[in-house]
């Protein structure tokens, strides 16, 4: 009984394409924009969380509030300084620390200038845990040591991407802020657009070329108790160094897991947004199959009087309507489905273009099947008035509608 209401819609359905097409519009770009969405939200957070299972869960990073901007711009407004550095490696609990330099720099080579980020790097034994941090690995030549202080490690964007056409080399020599700098190094690319576009060098270069003597940007520290008490008990050490109050510190610790959770929410947050957006497309999607269902009703009045006296029932009649609708609901998502996917894997295409790679379209199995239940629940609910209504038409007064 069941499939043969099935053919009977799908006929009905045929019969009227340019119709059926409009109608499922509205489900299809609402699904798309779903599926596309929630792909990148998912793959991105998948992504997010491999980046931080590499850092491990015993880092933490204090940096002061503020920070900087892009590259060419100077707006740090705070910073923390050697003798911090030397408080929190004091702190019970606390492996080791190192200290990173962050800023940017005016950049000239193969007669072009640009402005990127500059990183001070340690060359001591602290560089392995800034390494441990950042996981950078180096593609071609070697890392900075001891006594570098006017070479360069370049960023893969650097040295091989669009920034300085044609690529840089090891042993070319490029300026930063006017003064010649010898490249020794290139890192591999990490997928992240402002760390594969750095320039690394040494620590002593880096403040003498910034004129930056007392100054970390960024603290890493490495726990080897439990990351949550021992972020504690170095903000405690900090504030009564800097002579700040509680609830009013002028730098901020985070552990691994907090920044990760930081980031979900934001993602979480972020989701709920952009599908609450493309959901309004699904509710007028909906509204289209209930107009025209009850379009249909009344065009196929002297149908369902034919249906009735030749024996079928209102429950007969209420499904072959019902079934009609949930069928373009399921219809409008399976193509919405499809234009999502391809939408999400464009979208990682185009961004992985900038360097990026961190965002990637995720295709769990429960997003494809739960879009496709979904757009054949808001068809079928969708469709019930009008089928109610068809349902209950009398033989008699069906057959005289004209």
């Known amino acids: 009984m069941i499939d043969e209401f099935i053919k009977l819609s799908i ?39 491999e980046e931080f299972a590499k850092l491990g869960t015993d880092k933490l990073l204090i940096q002061a509030k503020g920070g900087f901007g892009p590259p060419g711009s100077d707006l740090s407004t705070n910073y923390l300084a050697d003798d911090d550095l030397r408080v929190i490696e004091s702190v019970l609990g606390v492996d080791e620390a190192a200290g990173l330099l962050s800023g940017s720099v005016k950049v000239e080579a193969n007669d072009k200038v640009r402005y990127t980020y500059l990183a001070g790097m340690p060359t001591d034994k602290s560089l392995s845990l800034i390494k441990e941090f950042m996981y950078f690995k180096v593609e071609e ?48 690319a990490i997928g992240s657009s402002q760390d594969d576009s750095s320039i690394f060098i040494s620590e002593d270069a880096y403040r003498e070329l910034l004129d930056e003597d007392d100054k970390w940007d960024i603290i890493i520290a490495k726990a080897s108790q439990d990351p949550d008490v021992v972020a504690d ?40 947004f952009l599908v609450g957006i493309a959901g309004i497309s699904l509710i007028v999607g909906g509204i289209g199959i209930m107009n025209t269902m009850y379009t249909s009703v009344l065009e196929r009045t002297q149908e369902v009087g034919v249906m009735k006296a030749i024996g079928a029932k209102n429950r007969d009649v209420w499904a072959i309507f019902l079934i009609e609708s949930g069928i373009l609901g399921f219809l409008g998502g399976l193509i919405g489905v499809i234009i999502g996917v391809v939408v999400a894997k464009l979208a990682e295409f185009i961004i992985a273009q900038t360097g990026n790679s961190i965002i990637k379209a995720a295709m769990p199995w429960w997003l494809i099947v739960g879009a496709l239940l979904f757009s054949f629940l808001v068809g079928a609910v969708s469709g019930v008035a009008p089928a109610y209504r068809a349902s209950k038409l009398k033989p008699t007064e069906a057959l005289r509608y004209e």
């Open 11 to 49: 006929g009905t359905l045929r019969k009227r394409k340019l119709r059926s097409w409009l109608t499922m519009l509205g489900i299809f770009i609402g699904i798309a924009a779903i599926v596309s969405l929630i792909s990148l939200g998912q793959g991105l957070k998948i992504s997010v969380e």
């Open 141 to 188: 030549g070697r890392e900075l040591k001891d006594g570098d202080k006017h070479k360069v490690v370049l960023g893969n964007r650097i040295a091989k991407g669009d920034l300085f056409k044609p690529n840089l080399k090891i042993r070319d020599r490029i300026e930063l802020n006017g003064e010649s700098f010898k490249v020794v190094g290139i890192y591999e």
């Open 233 to 272: 008990r170095i903000e405690k050490k900090l504030r009564k160094h800097r002579n700040v109050e509680e609830g009013k510190e002028d730098f901020e610790g985070s552990t691994t897991a907090e920044f990760l959770d930081a980031v979900t929410n934001v993602l979480g947050i972020l989701n709920v």
